[in-house]
């Protein structure tokens, strides 16, 4: 026997659950990306490469934590999680705002759209 309404608690813990391994997964995809455009700007040596290479690995590493997490949430591979996340969400933030002083925010889909992965994925390692 079920008290009512236990199973839409669990079907709604197990959507955010599957939401939050494919936010993972697209990281890891989405950080993969990052880091081979960065084969596209190896000639110049600036801000381009250095997001691209530096961002695409941050992306990948703290994608691979979510999956791990979203698997064995708890102990030192939470806590990594948690930890990376912040610190990507935190240096994607640095990016935009220097972005943001030398020209308008819209050119930088590929800064917004992990910031756009990264809220929520940090969301969940915080909550879970």
């Not at 979510?66 to 102990?75: A, C, F, K, L, T």
Request: charged fraction near 10%; avoid cysteine.
């Amino acid at each position: 026997m079920r008290a009512g309404g236990h199973g839409d608690f669990r079907s709604k813990e197990q959507s955010l659950k599957k939401l939050d391994l494919v936010l993972a997964w697209a990281l890891v995809v989405l950080g993969f990306i990052q880091y081979g455009s960065a084969l596209g700007v190896l000639h110049a040596v600036g801000i381009e490469f250095s997001w691209s290479l530096g961002g695409g690995t941050a992306m990948v590493a703290a994608g691979f934590l979510n999956v791990i997490r979203n698997d064995r949430g708890r102990g030192l591979v939470r806590t990594a999680s948690v930890l990376s996340n912040i610190l990507l969400l935190v240096s994607i933030g640095a990016v935009l705002i220097s972005l943001s002083r030398s020209s308008h925010l819209s050119h930088y889909a590929h800064v917004i759209v992990p910031l756009l992965l990264v809220i929520p994925e940090t969301l969940f390692s915080i909550l879970q």
